[in-house]
């Protein structure tokens, strides 16, 4: 599989669970809602609102695991030994990582927000 149809797939694939992530906060606004008016949606709103726990607690560590991966690629061209191969893919790979976390920090501020 070449780097770009991964690159595809991966895109695919972050498109999906973006929509997934959406319909469960759509569905967490409206179970707050129905559950002022039905007791027994109390633990089904219980269950997404874990969920949505759950997700927020993921998005934070893996903002944390990039972050120290960038700081790691910061100290690596910080050293000056490597070669300009190595340097150009330090810096393709930390810009990567940096829309990643801005990816991880739009997710977090959506599921923070609901």
């Known amino acids: 599989m070449s780097l770009a149809e991964r690159d595809k797939k991966i895109e695919r694939l972050r ?46 560590r893996s903002k944390e695991h990039m972050e120290m991966v960038l700081e790691y690629l910061e100290r690596m061209k910080m050293t000056g030994s490597e070669t300009n191969e190595l340097l150009g893919r330090a810096n393709y790979e930390q810009g990567r990582i940096l829309e990643q976390i801005n990816e991880v920090r739009k997710d977090l501020e959506h599921l923070t927000s609901a």
Not at 15 to 44: H, P, S
Not at 45 to 50: A, M
């Open 15 to 60: 498109c999906v669970a973006e929509k997934k992530r959406g319909e469960i906060i759509k569905r967490l606004t409206e179970l707050r809602e129905i559950k002022k008016q039905n007791e027994f949606m109390e633990d089904v709103y219980r269950d997404y609102e874990r969920y949505r726990d759950n997700l927020v607690d993921q998005k934070r």
